[in-house]
Nanobody, 115 residues
Framework: QVKLVESGGGLVQAGGSLRLSCAASGTTFRLNTIHWYRQSPGKQRDLVAKIWPSRSTSYADSVKGRFTISRDNAENTVYLQMNSLKPEDTAVYYC?????????WGKGTLVTVSS
């Protein structure tokens, strides 16, 4: 059973930083592409960043230059370092992977950025 657990969210002032973690179990983690999504109230869930098994990365335009995704295969964990946070970054952040054609999601962690 694949399980994803996010942590690290919280309340931060604009311009501040947070680091989110996503701990995975039940999967051959090093072979998975891992995604971070976010969802604000009343909006759709949007892809923020992804990291491939090769450690190549991609980012949404809205976070390029501010967010960094990384992975630690020994710890089965993916991180999202978020710097220069803006009020519009306020959302629930979810990590996601697809294994054998099935989408797996964590329960999310709330990030609130105050102005």
């Amino acid at each position: 059973q694949v399980k994803l657990v996010e942590s690290g969210g919280g309340l931060v002032q604009a311009g501040g930083s947070l680091r989110l973690s996503c701990a995975a179990s039940g999967t051959t983690f090093r072979l998975n592409t891992i995604h971070w999504y976010r969802q604000s109230p009343g909006k759709q869930r949007d892809l923020v960043a992804k990291i491939w098994p090769s450690r190549s990365t991609s980012y949404a335009d809205s976070v390029k230059g501010r967010f960094t995704i990384s992975r630690d295969n020994a710890e089965n964990t993916v991180y999202l370092q978020m710097n220069s946070l803006k009020p519009e970054d306020t959302a629930v952040y979810y990590c996601n992977l697809v294994s054998n054609g099935i989408d797996y999601w964590g329960k999310g962690t709330l990030v609130t950025v105050s102005s």
